[in-house]
């Protein structure tokens, strides 16, 4: 059975990434560079501050403020009482990152975030795919403030996640349709390897929710014209990248995000059928509500799981 979507708007397009603080309320950023704080109900909705880029992921700091990564600015920490903001990095080896995208936060005060393209910027991501670049990054900054690339080469860095127990961190490679899974704890630590590989479509970003499983957004469904154009000589990519949108691959209309555990195996695959919603980029369970953010759409949504009750 399709779940029911309840979808409520936000005061800006684009709503991409969704983060709940303890008390439920939920976050997001639009494409004007706003940050948003929505009532639980969604009775309510707050300004609590404004960027001056493009926010994409979000994610709870430690200390109160809310992290986020703004395509266009880096990585920044947002008061979200006060509306100060702080800007944490911007530069890796030196250079300015063209599209940070979304991050996790360990234990130790490292913040775990991918810059998707080395080529690219959001405003060309459809460009990425399509010329399958293979120039994004999943990067460290540690405590002290330095930054360092620990795994290089991905086909377009998206989403972040830690497990549970902080063994792994985990990116979501979106034109390679898998997960990248790196370990920092165990016999494995320094390896990497896949959590899940061959998803069903295109992985934006991904999360650790409160039930301990890595949640993963299907942005949009398996596309075998993109696929070929992924395989074909750059020459062919670059061409079909600058061609008119109307002939390029588009997002297909579709609402799915699926849930993995430890060992790659599928707890959950939700399918919402019928809501007009799409394009979902963001992912967050939280006591058995998952909440929804969307790269298009002026609005979050949630769905609560079957035999849950979101507190």
């Not at 469904?221 to 002939?247: F, G, H, K």
């Not at 995000?257 to 394009?279: I, P």
Request: overall charge negative.
């Amino acid at each position: 059975m399709s779940p029911l979507l309840t979808v409520v708007p936000v005061p800006g397009h684009g709503a991409e990434d969704v983060v709940v603080d303890d008390e439920g309320w939920v976050y997001t950023g639009t494409d004007d560079g706003a940050v948003h704080r929505v009532r639980p109900d969604g009775r309510r909705i707050d300004r609590v501050g404004h960027t001056g880029g493009r926010p994409l992921g979000l994610e709870l700091l430690p200390d109160g403020r809310l992290l986020v990564c703004d395509a266009r600015r880096g990585l920044l920490a947002l008061d979200p009482g006060s509306g100060d903001l702080e800007e944490l990095t911007a530069l890796v080896d030196g250079r300015p990152m063209l599209f940070c995208n979304n991050a996790a936060v360990h234990s130790s005060g490292d913040i775990w975030f991918s810059d998707s393209s080395l080529v690219h910027s959001i405003d060309r991501w459809k460009a990425d795919l399509i010329e399958n670049t293979a120039s994004g990054r999943l990067l460290r900054r540690g405590a002290d403030g330095e930054v360092r690339v620990v795994v290089g080469g991905l086909r377009f860095a998206n989403g972040v996640a830690l497990a549970a127990d902080e063994s792994y961190v985990a990116v979501a490679e979106t034109a390679g349709r898998t997960v990248v899974r790196h370990w920092l704890a165990g016999p494995d630590a320094g390896r990497t390897d896949h959590l899940v590989t061959d998803l069903p479509g295109y992985p934006d970003n991904i999360a650790r929710g409160s039930d301990g499983l890595v949640w993963v957004t299907i942005a949009s469904p398996l596309d075998p014209v993109l696929e070929r154009l992924m395989r074909a000589p750059m020459p062919v990519r670059r061409l079909a990248s600058r061609l008119p949108q109307a002939l390029q691959p588009s997002v297909k209309r579709t609402v799915r995000v699926m849930a993995f555990d430890d060992d790659g195996r599928t707890v959950h695959d939700c399918v919402v059928e019928g809501s007009g919603y799409h394009l979902v980029t963001g992912v967050r369970e939280h006591a058995g509500r998952v909440w929804l953010g969307s790269l298009d759409e002026p609005a979050i949504a949630f769905f609560d799981l079957p035999g849950r009750t979101s507190g």
